[in-house]
Structures are given as C-alpha cells and as structure tokens.
C-alpha cells in the first residue's frame, strides 16, 4: 500500500521546538507567540472556520508527531467532564484572565514596578529565567514577555501530558484558542448549516 506523503502545513511543529528555544535564550522572542494567539481568531474572523487549528497550528502538529508518528500517546479517549462545554468554556475563562493579568503586570513594569524575571510553571510555581533577559527593551515589553512565555509553555506542558494519558491532540478539545474560534464560527454561520460548515470538534482531528 502507498504511504501518503506529508503536507507542508505538517512540519508547522518545528516552529514550536524554535520557538521555546528562543525564549530560552532570549525571553523577548517570546512575543513570537502572538502569531499562534491571532493567527486563529483572523481564520475565524475572516474565513469563518477552524482551518487553522485542523491544520496549521504548529502545537496540533507537535503533538500529532509526538504521539502518532512516534508512538508515544496511549490513545484512550478523554473523560466526559474533559470534553463537555462547560468545563471547555470555563478553562478559556480562567486563561483569558490569566492573560489579563499578564498584561496588567506588564502595565505596573511600564509604570516603574520591578520586573519579575521569572516563568510561572502552572500558574503557580515561580521558576528563574533572569538569564534570558539582558535589560535590551522596554522593561514592560520585557514583562510581558515573560509572562506568555508562561502561558505556552505551561500549555504546551499540559498538552504534552494529555497526549501521553490520552490521544494524540487531547489538547484540542480544551485548548482555549480552539474554543474561542469554534464560538466565533457558530456565531457567523446559520444554525441550520454550522455544524457541517465549521466541523465538530473532534479528540484528534488529524489522528
């Protein structure tokens, strides 16, 4: 049987492995994640569908690599609670405000308050990170660096551990972008033809 060849969109996963390198070396490349921050609401906004997250999201493709192409994800499928609105609707709420807190750090940095060179792993756990910054920047700019840098990599963490317990792309069904983009959708297509136009959203949607 012919294998089928990979897609471009597939090696979109080296741009995650870049990406948290850099912000290892310099935390100000952390701002390079505001790509995969509004890249998805534009194909949402602008197209009206989830293209970006079936296909071109770089996380989505990491962890297909990871957990199909290399094995390493147990399959088994996600809990109910996991998968239901509620909890999916509640978990972008509680990152929204995660994130409105990063920029309201960022707005003390900028008003003089000093900057805290530190990730935050879970939310919770302060770890250093002062060698990433050279003081190059605005120290608001810096700060906020920081604290996204934070957010995806504690995402990608969380991620990482939900395609080892489960299936490939587990993530997607919580990951916070994915579910602002699925509102945005169903909000621009009738009723009648959304479900097939924007694609439920599926446990691994390129497994």
Request: aromatic residues 18%; proline residues 4%; contains cysteine.
């Amino acid at each position: 049987m012919r294998t089928r060849g990979k897609r471009w969109y597939q090696y979109f996963w080296i741009f995650s492995i870049v990406y948290f390198s850099l912000g290892f070396v310099n935390i100000l490349f952390a701002w390079l994640g505001m790509i995969c921050f509004l890249t998805p609401l534009a194909f949402a906004l602008v197209a009206g569908n989830k293209d970006y997250c079936n296909h071109y999201c770089d996380r989505g493709q990491l962890f297909q690599l990871l957990g199909s192409r290399l094995h390493l994800s147990a399959r088994n499928e996600l809990p109910m609670w996991l998968r239901s609105r509620r909890f999916r609707y509640g978990f972008l709420a509680f990152f929204l405000t995660m994130f409105a807190n990063v920029m309201l750090v960022s707005y003390h940095a900028a008003a003089g308050a000093p900057l805290r060179e530190t990730v935050t792993l879970f939310w919770l756990f302060d770890v250093p990170w002062g060698w990433a910054y050279s003081g190059d920047g605005a120290p608001w700019a810096a700060q906020f660096a920081f604290g996204f840098y934070s957010l995806m990599l504690t995402s990608a963490i969380i991620g990482i551990l939900m395609m080892l317990r489960y299936r490939p792309r587990a993530w997607c069904v919580i990951c916070p972008m994915g579910t602002m983009t699925q509102a945005i959708c169903r909000a621009k297509i009738p009723k009648e033809t959304g479900a097939a136009a924007i694609g439920e959203r599926s446990i691994c949607p390129n497994d």
